[in-house]
């Protein structure tokens, strides 16, 4: 386990070494709205990015819905209000691997670039490292919705997860999924219903529950033959996905 400690100049991204191969990433006392982006370096082939710039509140949640959705276990969140509705994520696992830790040779480093944190004294974030080498890599990519089209057709093999913004306007009219012998389709009133009655409370604001979303919204479409976006709006907006590669 290796610890960095995050200042307001620090110098980004801040790099962790072979020595500090990581299957997770541990943040503390860090404001959930602070940006995060991760990547790794090789310094004989090509770079790999894991995770887009993203807001680190957003992932956190995204990554405990999916790991209820694979395994059943329940979304932990540690936030802590500061009595204006901005609370502060006082632990933050993100997971960087699967199935251990990623393989890191003598001259590559993870790099893990993070603004807009805070100016909290004990920020800090740690890497944490698994027993066995990965089998692959927790990628979440962005991807946009051209409102002019009215119409998105997605790619499946781009995607094992959907994640959208909590806002409304990230949020599609109509989202229609083809698996094999049935479809389904979804807009936010039903996204909303699915995420309360599977994932229960998800934080807290000012002291009060907040059940179903607090950051983001996710859709496992692992088994999905075909999803077509569909919105009337003709505003444009952006989604992600998440792929294990």
Known sequence: MSKKVLFIGAEMPIKFEHLDSAQHLLFKNVLPTATVETLVERATVDNQKITTPVSLGMLVEAQQKIQRLLSGTAPTYELVDNGSGSPMLTRGIVQVALGGEILLGDDDTLNVDISEFGDNAQASVFALGGKQKATSLYQLKRFPYSGKDYEQRLDVSEFNYLVFKKEAASIPEEL???YDAEKETIDAEILEAFETTTHGVVGHLLGVPVY????????????AKEIIIEDTRGEDYEFFGVKFN
């Open 176 to 178: 229609t999924i083809f």
């Open 212 to 223: 179903g979303s607090r950051y983001c919204h996710v859709l496992d479409v692992r088994k």
